[in-house]
């Protein structure tokens, strides 16, 4: 073929293979990238702002029923039980304020019948409010001021009047029960 005609440009001409031109499709990828990004970033951050309204509007309703007449009743027995509650603790109080100031009486009862010295026999003990009567007979007088000396060494214990001895070496003291200083 003796004359081909060549209808190619003469720079294609030159090259061995053919490249597409560029048509703008990796900025168009960019900005399809971006706004996939903007949306989902956007998405997460607008999502807890609803999620928060929702909940408001559920705890605004929540009260508003609560407000209403059919708990009435309910807030009535909680104001009670609360009225009560107070009353209870000041009288727990109270309750422990005795116990703490009080002695048993059978440990008041061993620690006087331990005090007694030999010689020394006790013939009437009165109890009544936190003052003792102790009443007994005794060989001699010695034995007495040993008895009141015992006593006077027991720290719950204290002499509250003088002690008489009558004839027959019988005695009778009074004490008073609790700390020292007390009255």
């Known amino acids: 073929m003796k004359g081909d005609i060549n209808l190619l ?12 031109p560029s048509s703008g499709s990796g900025a168009l990828k ?21 999620h928060v309204k929702m909940l408001e509007r559920e705890l605004a309703q929540l009260e508003k029923e609560i407000a209403s007449q059919k708990y009435n009743e309910v807030k009535k027995v909680n104001s009670d039980l609360d009225s009560i509650n107070g009353v209870l603790g000041k009288k727990e109080a109270v309750l422990n304020q005795i116990d703490n100031a009080s002695y048993p009486i059978n440990d008041i009862l061993v620690a006087v019948s331990n005090a007694a010295p030999i010689g020394c026999k006790l013939t009437a003990i009165e109890f009544k409010n936190n003052k003792m009567k102790l009443t007994g007979l005794v060989e001699d007088n010695l034995v007495v001021a ?12 204290a002499l509250d009047s ?11 003291l009074t004490v008073l029960v609790g700390r020292k200083g007390e009255k």
């Open 9 to 20: 440009p003469e720079d294609i001409m030159s090259t061995t293979s053919y490249e597409r």
């Open 162 to 172: 003088e002690v008489k001895i009558e004839e027959g070496n019988v005695f009778e």
């Open 146 to 157: 040993e008895f009141v000396s015992a006593i006077q060494r027991l720290s719950f214990l």
């Open 30 to 50: 960019l900005v399809i990238g971006l706004i996939l990004v903007g949306v989902v970033v956007g998405t997460s951050l607008l999502a807890p702002f609803l």
